[in-house]
């Protein structure tokens, strides 16, 4: 027995509502959540939506800007419904297609009650057909088309199969034998010589060769150049280098370190070479430069490259009428015509760094929501199917809400507590520089930072961040009451307990009266268990304000398998009901990729989560937001 059905417009308004009978669950947050994850989020490339224990099945009508929706709280009974939900489609839309076309869906809401006995009626016939479908017995051997093989017919076809090989073999020879018997006064084809023997074709290159060699130019041999002399190697000179000459070398370090308390200060020596620009306020957002003009001209070569082959000659429809054979012309879209326009946009996200299974969905989704619309007279449907595909990767890229850090941290601040930023990703991905570059940003705002080391596997890691510490503490001398560097770091060596460590640093910083901490911890590979169970419990046992997963720009395929198994470690691995799962993104080395940006596609889709930082360089000033027109103007260009 079917639990629930509703139709409801993409505005909002529900038309008519069947629940069934002793179902006393509230429907609104299952139906609320497709609404906000995948309809809003643009995600329909699929019919169906999981949403605990429930299954939805979902069908939209864009020519009336409508939504179907029904589910069972039973699984295996959804499948037996499969085309129900077309055929109560196609029946509201006969039955009410005027009232549509002509006063819009709110007039429905007094007239749908009509609808009770139709509906129904359709599902009575699809009860009957899945009992009928149901009670189908299995076939019995007699029955089938193995029993009637004996071994007689199997031995003779047998042996008329090699009847066939070997008369195949004697006409493959016979073919051999009749090429080499050929005589030389056959005629020939070759290099265009029609109608001329072989001998006749060889007197005639005889002839071209005698000719040439007699009336050739003789050849002017030209003197050999001069080798110039090579140029040694000359120093290279860095932007952003300042005029200091010594060498960068901190490992003899003058600094006193508190083995009791794990925490490490540094004399804070301003360095002239080292001039960056202020980063206070909120971020720059990324840009990508290119004009719009470029952007439409690249997309059209995209999209109509599989129509161009089709276009006609300019003299089949005389003067310039072949140019609107690619036009609509007033008519509903289907799944035929958007096909290879579709095909191509596919290939061409993938090319872009996409990941293959992200860029099915995305165009699956273009083509649900495009299927059945009425477009303009003059409009084509490749310009159609690239400004839907546009607006569905913007609407991607923005996210579901917003991460004001700068906020959050005054918050924490008036709490008297730290805010706690956690950083995860594989390894060599940036997390340390990068968690140097937030720090640099975090101080240029007025806050104090901890810098925990929770990185006690990798050799080099604890020094990589007193480097840091020292270059940022040169840059932002001690401005409070006490002479304290603004940024400090806590550590307790190598081959210690991650957690206890974060543990141990958050508790500082609260004593201390810091605004951040930014825990550091160790790369891992995704399917390295006993690291990911670490790093779930270091999440568990310290509950950070902010998770953050710091993943390259260069990765396609791989940026999904990474973030759905670092998700499915921590949900796995979790000691609570309601795991912590990640909660943003910081993409690394977006300065290497060019155009190449579906890196950020690929994450932003499977998690559902913002890219909250992007890297764009190796200073600390190279940190910007998202700017999600940018990324999708890069992502569309040819």
Not at 201 to 228: C, D, G, L, T, Y
Not at 232 to 238: I, L, P, Q, T
Not at 334 to 345: A, H, I, N, R, Y
């Amino acid at each position: 027995m079917l639990d629930f059905f509703t139709i409801f417009s993409k505005g909002g308004i529900v038309l008519w509502c069947f629940q069934g009978t002793g179902v006393t669950e509230s429907f609104t947050g299952p139906v609320n959540a497709l609404i906000r994850s995948v309809i809003l989020q643009e995600r329909s490339g699929n019919n169906s939506y999981t949403h605990d224990a429930l299954s939805l099945k979902y069908k939209l009508d864009n020519e009336f800007e409508l939504v179907f929706v029904f589910y069972f709280l039973k699984e295996n009974t959804i499948l037996a419904y499969s085309s129900f939900i077309d055929d109560v489609q196609l029946h509201f839309r006969d039955r009410y297609k005027y009232m549509l076309e002509q006063k819009g869906a709110r007039t429905l809401l007094s007239s749908c009650f009509a609808f009770e006995d139709d509906f129904k009626m359709l599902l009575c016939e699809a009860e009957e057909s899945s009992k009928a479908r149901g009670s189908t017995s299995m076939r019995s051997f007699n029955a089938s088309l193995k029993s009637q093989k004996t071994v007689k017919s199997m031995i003779e076809t047998k042996g008329g199969d090699k009847g066939k090989e070997q008369g195949g073999k004697k006409n493959k020879n016979a073919k051999k034998e009749g090429k080499a018997k050929a005589p030389a006064s056959q005629k020939t084809v070759e290099n265009g010589n029609q109608g001329l023997t072989q001998e006749e074709i060889i007197q005639k290159k005889r002839e071209e060769f005698i000719r040439k060699r007699m009336w050739a130019p003789a050849e002017n041999k030209s003197p050999k150049p001069v080798k110039e002399k090579t140029k040694g190697k000359e120093k290279r000179v860095w932007t952003l280098g300042g005029s200091s000459t010594k060498e960068l070398d901190y490992s003899q370090c003058n600094g006193n370190g508190d083995q009791a308390t794990g925490v490490h200060v540094l004399d804070a020596q301003a360095d002239p070479g080292m001039q960056l620009s202020s980063m206070k306020g909120d971020l720059l957002a990324v840009d990508y430069e290119s004009s719009e003009e470029e952007e439409e001209d690249a997309v059209e070569k995209v999209v109509v490259a599989d129509t161009s082959k089709q276009i006609p000659k300019r003299g089949a429809y005389g003067g310039m009428f072949w140019m609107l054979k690619g036009l609509v012309g007033s008519k509903s879209l289907s799944q035929e015509d958007m096909e290879p326009v579709l095909e191509k946009m596919r290939d061409h996200l993938i090319a872009k760094n996409v990941a293959a299974e992200i860029a099915s969905q995305l165009c699956d989704s273009v083509a649900k929501k495009l299927e059945g619309k009425v477009m303009g007279t003059f409009t084509t449907v490749a310009s159609t199917v690239k400004g839907a595909l546009q607006d569905s990767l913007v609407q991607i890229l923005q996210p579901k809400r917003r991460v004001d850090i700068l906020r959050d941290v005054l918050e924490a601040r008036s709490q008297r507590r730290p805010f706690v930023i956690t950083f995860c990703g594989v390894n060599g991905v940036g997390k340390s520089t990068n968690l140097a570059k937030i720090s640099f940003w975090l101080i240029e705002n007025g806050f104090t930072v901890l810098i925990a080391a929770c990185d006690t596997f990798r050799a080099g890691a604890v020094e990589q961040l007193r480097t840091h510490q020292r270059r940022l503490n040169s840059l932002h001398p001690p401005q409070d009451d006490r002479g304290r560097p603004v940024v400090q770091l806590y550590e307790k060596g190598y081959g210690k307990d991650a957690a206890g460590i974060a543990m141990e640093a958050i508790t500082y910083a609260r004593n201390q009266d810091f605004d951040v901490v930014l825990v550091d911890t160790a790369g891992r590979m995704q399917d390295n268990t006993p690291l990911m169970t670490a790093l779930a419990k270091l999440i568990a046992v310290n509950m950070p304000d902010l998770v953050l997963f710091v993943g390259e720009a260069l990765v396609g395929n791989e940026a999904v398998d990474q973030l759905v198994k670092f998700n499915q470690a921590l949900a796995d691995h979790s000691m609570s009901d309601k795991p912590r799962l990640i909660d943003g993104i910081v993409l690394t080395k977006f300065d290497t990729i060019d155009d190449k940006v579906g890196a950020a596609i690929s994450m932003t889709y499977i998690t559902g989560q913002p890219i909250v930082f992007v890297g764009t360089g190796q200073t600390y000033n190279d940190l910007r937001s998202l700017n999600a027109r940018a990324v999708v103007g890069a992502l569309m260009k040819a």
